[in-house]
């Protein structure tokens, strides 16, 4: 079984930057990054490959966000800059076990609890 602790979470303003923890106890694959805002769904952040070698991010983040891993600390990071707003939400990290990253939420196989990312204007 997988156990995920996200953290590195909190409040800033617009512009500001953050980085987030995913702290893996057990075996990992490919991992990823969701958010999920009061009232919407839970949608796709970014996502990463077994091997770190792929990497996949969804259009309203990218070239803001980068997600990177640690197969030492078996830790996964999501740096987030230029935030804004909209980007309030509480961030989940997922896992699942396939080598292959995915953008769908159904495909991850194990979740942590969130950690809450609010950014005020």
């Known amino acids: 079984q997988v156990q995920l602790v996200e953290s590195g979470g909190g409040l800033v303003q617009a512009g500001d930057s953050l980085r987030l923890s995913c702290r893996a106890s057990?075996?990992?694959?490919?991992m990823g990054w969701f958010r999920q805002a009061p009232g919407k769904e839970r949608e796709f952040v970014a996502a990463?490959?077994?091997?770190?070698?792929?990497?996949y991010y969804a259009d309203s983040v990218k070239g803001r966000y980068t997600i990177s891993r640690d197969f030492v600390k078996n830790t996964m990071y999501l740096e987030m800059t230029s935030l804004k707003p909209e980007d309030t939400a509480v961030y989940y990290c997922?896992?699942?076990?396939?080598?292959?990253?995915?953008?769908?939420?159904?495909?991850?196989?194990?979740w942590g609890l969130g950690t809450q990312v609010t950014v005020s204007s």
């Open positions: 997922a896992a699942r076990a396939h080598f292959a990253a995915t953008i769908e939420v159904h495909e991850y196989d194990f």
């Open positions: 057990g075996r990992t694959s490919a």
């Open positions: 990463i490959s077994w091997s770190g070698s792929s990497t």
